[in-house]
């Protein structure tokens, strides 16, 4: 008698506790005498030439320290189920057909995806067409509201922190403003925590659109008062009064790119206060390196948490993270709700009461 064989695939960005979800999953399968197969580069394994190899004990010992994803991943390909800003793109019949038929071919008996909006949003479309599958939410920005938080989310705020405290010495040196632009398209939770641990003196959002003439004026006030320094954290997706979205050019397949707002910021300040002002990006550092503690343990809960609603059958269903305990929401309900900062909550608050400037 065949071993009952499920799959797993990592979609999308690449994140801190990948590896632990992987290992998780490969564990807690084991335990019910599971096999499980992980499918190479995403959902492009599903595809031919089929990609894949057998999970086990053994060829995911010492994973968990590992940033990244040992089977690999991919935000291009046929699978690209977003375009524009955040917009829903279905996925061709003939390419869902073909996974599927895949799946039953290997004899899986059920997928588990993991990955952000866009790979969840695939993974739904998956289950439309009768494909068995389990989501798992991944995405740096914290920005999925069916879920308290996502894991890689901590390790991108260390990375900012640890950012800032490198630049305060340097900009105290030289009493230069430096502006650090990190990840946050269309939620300012990276910039906000990061900035909140990394002492930064003024924290621009999407959430929260901005005036560079305040933002200068506070600069200034700062600088002529007697600081050393001025410490701005802006996340990619920040919006100028009545601005757009700052996006890099060249990209043709999937969701357009943001970037460049830290540089135009830096712009704005030096031509408004005459201050000397550097910028630096942060870009995929923060998606690099080691997993945080914290994601270690919520990648593992999160692997648990997608066997288990395996074994319980609810397919269709994503794991999440709400009052400190792992459950499953329907996946049709977690995409594209997108869980924003409350301008008037209770962090933007304390990050005012120290006195730090949104740009208002």
């Not at 894949?52 to 590992?66: D, F």
């Not at 071919?105 to 494909?131: K, P």
């Not at 990394?198 to 006030?221: C, K, N, Q, T, W």
């Amino acid at each position: 008698m065949h071993r009952f064989r499920i799959g797993v695939l990592t979609s999308g960005g690449d994140c801190p506790g990948l590896n632990a979800v992987i290992r998780a999953t490969v564990a807690s399968a084991h335990t019910l005498g599971w096999e499980v197969l992980g499918f190479i580069d995403g959902y492009e394994g599903l595809l031919s030439p089929v990609n894949y190899k057998v999970l086990t004990l053994e060829n995911t010992q010492g994973i968990m320290a590992i940033g990244g994803t040992i089977i690999g991943t991919t935000n291009k390909g046929r699978f690209v189920a977003k375009s524009g800003h955040g917009e829903k793109a279905l996925i061709p019949q003939p390419i869902i057909d073909e996974a599927k038929k895949t799946l039953e071919d290997l004899g899986v008996r059920a997928l588990i995806c993991i990955g952000g909006d866009g790979s969840l949003t695939t993974a739904d479309q998956l289950f439309e067409n009768d494909v068995p599958v389990v989501g798992v939410p991944k995405t740096i920005d914290n920005d999925l509201s069916a879920t308290a938080m996502t894991f890689g989310f901590d390790s991108a705020v260390q990375c900012v922190a640890d950012a800032l405290d490198r630049l305060h010495t340097t900009a105290a040196s030289h009493k230069r403003v430096m502006v650090l632009e990190v990840m946050g398209r269309y939620a300012g939770w990276i910039a906000l925590h990061g900035g909140l641990s990394g002492g930064a003196d003024a924290i621009l959002i999407p959430e929260i659109p901005f005036s560079y003439e305040r933002l200068a004026a506070h600069v200034e006030r700062r600088m002529s008062g007697g600081a050393d320094s001025t410490l701005i954290v802006v996340a990619e997706g920040a919006l100028a009064e009545g601005g757009e979205y700052t996006t890099l050019d060249g990209v043709t397949q999937g969701e357009k790119r943001l970037g460049g707002i830290g540089s135009q910021v830096a712009h704005e300040i030096m031509e408004r206060t005459g201050r000397e002002t550097r910028t630096v990006v942060l870009g995929h550092l923060q998606r690099g390196g080691a997993p945080t503690t914290l994601d270690r343990i919520l990648g593992t809960r999160f692997g648990v948490g997608a066997v288990k609603l395996i074994e319980e059958k609810k397919f269709g269903f994503m794991v999440s993270y709400l009052n400190y305990q792992i459950s499953g929401v329907p996946i049709k309900e977690a995409v594209n709700q997108l869980k924003r900062v409350p301008p008037d909550g209770q962090m933007v608050e304390t990050a005012k009461a120290i006195g730090i400037s949104f740009g208002t």
